[in-house]
């Protein structure tokens, strides 16, 4: 393959001290700004980590491919779980890092390395409240379904329960501290600088009219989200998933997987993944699998139903692809329809009623 302006690249530069003495491609980032941290991304990881750097004193430059940043995480539900919360606390909700742990590992049938999920468990409530307290995003405990594998309600929501309303709610508050977090959108990071330590120590992005950028930054965090958009890497670390419909954002292109790979950095549990068994293609939408939990079933056109809904969407996903061909329907009951009206929001509504 011919590397062209958008394929992620990493160049070599030598020490900074000696940045003048000709080296072509390292000369732009001469007289680039800089910045202590650079994001790469603006979804709702990036934005978070901007907004807690601002936290920490710490200024930040979010450079988003997008004109207007959306990602994967104004398309999912935006629920994000979390246990020993404030706001779980406000609601009456005894839950525990332990029990969390406990859930996650027991779902996935203890596949994942438990020191990431003792990280991500002891990071989410820290990031939750101090979403609420310092940044003024209002969470509510969804405390009427529990999500597979949960056994206790810990699913966070802002009031719209979507991602779109996440989203739009990070957004506000990063402009709130716009005085530490510059967001630069129409900013498609192609290329990472190295310095002979192999510290990140700039970057190349390309505008939408072809021309090149560069920043300087003392620290790099890749927040650009996984490979879910890149069809080459799908078919080759998820090869049950290669004929599935990517329901994500298109900009989830693998970049950081390339940057880790022509960096030699060695990568694991590639093969790990979210699918959404529930995902309406006809409509472009996502039924929410909390309707399972409130005992919807799943049928295909012949009326046969092909899985065991308990397990989960991820799990569900794999089943469902058989029976595509079929054309894929929920059953409810009335109960459940009645329940669902009240779930969605209005917008969303409209395209259930359609
Ligand atoms: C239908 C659906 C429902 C979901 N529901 C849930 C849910 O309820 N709860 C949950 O926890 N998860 C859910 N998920 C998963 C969740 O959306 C993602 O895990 C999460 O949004 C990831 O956030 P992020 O900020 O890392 O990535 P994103 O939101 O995808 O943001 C990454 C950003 O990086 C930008 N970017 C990428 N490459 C570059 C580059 N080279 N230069 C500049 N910018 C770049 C992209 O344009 C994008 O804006 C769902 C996903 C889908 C698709």
């Given at each position: 393959m011919v590397a062209d302006a958008l394929t992620p690249?990493?160049?070599?530069?030598?020490?900074?001290?000696?940045?003048?003495?000709?080296?072509g491609s390292v000369a732009p980032l001469l007289s680039a700004p800089q910045f202590p941290v650079v994001i790469v991304g603006a979804g709702a990881c990036g934005l978070t980590a901007a907004l807690m750097l601002q936290g920490l004193g710490v200024p930040s430059l979010l450079l988003e491919r997008d004109d207007h940043p959306q990602g994967s995480s104004a398309l999912s539900s935006g629920f994000v779980p979390a246990a020993g919360t404030l706001c779980q606390e406000r609601q009456g909700i005894v839950d525990s890092q332990a029990q969390f742990i406990q859930d996650i590992v027991h779902k996935n049938h203890d596949q994942s390395p438990l020191h990431l999920v003792q990280a991500y468990v002891q990071a989410v409530p820290q990031a939750i409240d101090a979403l609420e307290t310092e940044h003024?995003?209002?969470?509510?405990?969804?405390?009427?379904?529990?999500?597979?594998?949960?056994?206790?309600?810990?699913?966070?929501?802002?009031?719209?329960?979507?991602?779109?309303?996440?989203?739009?709610?990070?957004m506000h508050a990063a402009q709130v501290a716009q005085d530490q977090v510059t967001i630069l959108t129409s900013a498609r990071v192609t290329q990472l600088y190295l310095d002979p330590d192999q510290r990140v120590v700039g970057l190349g992005y390309v505008r939408p009219d072809g021309s090149h950028e560069w920043v300087r930054a003392q620290a790099v965090l890749l927040a650009s989200n996984g490979f879910?958009?890149?069809?080459?890497?799908?078919?080759?670390?998820?090869?049950?998933?290669?004929?599935?419909?990517?329901?994500?954002?298109?900009?989830?292109?693998?970049?950081?997987?390339?940057?880790?790979?022509?960096?030699?950095?060695?990568?694991?549990?590639?093969?790990?993944?979210?699918?959404?068994?529930?995902?309406?293609?006809?409509?472009?939408?996502?039924?929410?699998?909390?309707l399972m939990g409130q005992g919807g079933i799943q049928i295909n056109q012949q009326g046969v139903r092909f899985h065991d809904e308990s397990q989960g969407y991820s799990e569900a996903s794999v089943g469902c692809w058989p029976n595509r061909a079929h054309a894929l329907g929920a059953c409810l009951t009335p109960l459940c329809l009645s329940w669902v009206w009240g779930f969605r929001s209005s917008n969303k509504r409209r395209h259930w009623a359609a």
């Amino acid at each position: 393959m011919v590397a062209d302006a958008l394929t992620p690249a990493v160049i070599h530069v030598p020490h900074e001290t000696q940045w003048g003495a000709g080296e072509g491609s390292v000369a732009p980032l001469l007289s680039a700004p800089q910045f202590p941290v650079v994001i790469v991304g603006a979804g709702a990881c990036g934005l978070t980590a901007a907004l807690m750097l601002q936290g920490l004193g710490v200024p930040s430059l979010l450079l988003e491919r997008d004109d207007h940043p959306q990602g994967s995480s104004a398309l999912s539900s935006g629920f994000v779980p979390a246990a020993g919360t404030l706001c779980q606390e406000r609601q009456g909700i005894v839950d525990s890092q332990a029990q969390f742990i406990q859930d996650i590992v027991h779902k996935n049938h203890d596949q994942s390395p438990l020191h990431l999920v003792q990280a991500y468990v002891q990071a989410v409530p820290q990031a939750i409240d101090a979403l609420e307290t310092e940044h003024g995003v209002p969470w509510r405990v969804l405390d009427h379904f529990l999500y597979p594998g949960h056994s206790v309600h810990r699913m966070h929501a802002v009031p719209e329960t979507s991602g779109e309303g996440l989203m739009a709610r990070l957004m506000h508050a990063a402009q709130v501290a716009q005085d530490q977090v510059t967001i630069l959108t129409s900013a498609r990071v192609t290329q990472l600088y190295l310095d002979p330590d192999q510290r990140v120590v700039g970057l190349g992005y390309v505008r939408p009219d072809g021309s090149h950028e560069w920043v300087r930054a003392q620290a790099v965090l890749l927040a650009s989200n996984g490979f879910g958009g890149n069809a080459d890497l799908v078919a080759q670390h998820l090869p049950a998933m290669k004929h599935a419909v990517y329901a994500g954002h298109a900009g989830n292109d693998g970049s950081a997987v390339l940057w880790g790979q022509a960096l030699g950095v060695k990568l694991l549990d590639m093969g790990a993944y979210q699918g959404h068994g529930s995902w309406q293609p006809e409509l472009g939408l996502l039924m929410s699998w909390a309707l399972m939990g409130q005992g919807g079933i799943q049928i295909n056109q012949q009326g046969v139903r092909f899985h065991d809904e308990s397990q989960g969407y991820s799990e569900a996903s794999v089943g469902c692809w058989p029976n595509r061909a079929h054309a894929l329907g929920a059953c409810l009951t009335p109960l459940c329809l009645s329940w669902v009206w009240g779930f969605r929001s209005s917008n969303k509504r409209r395209h259930w009623a359609a």
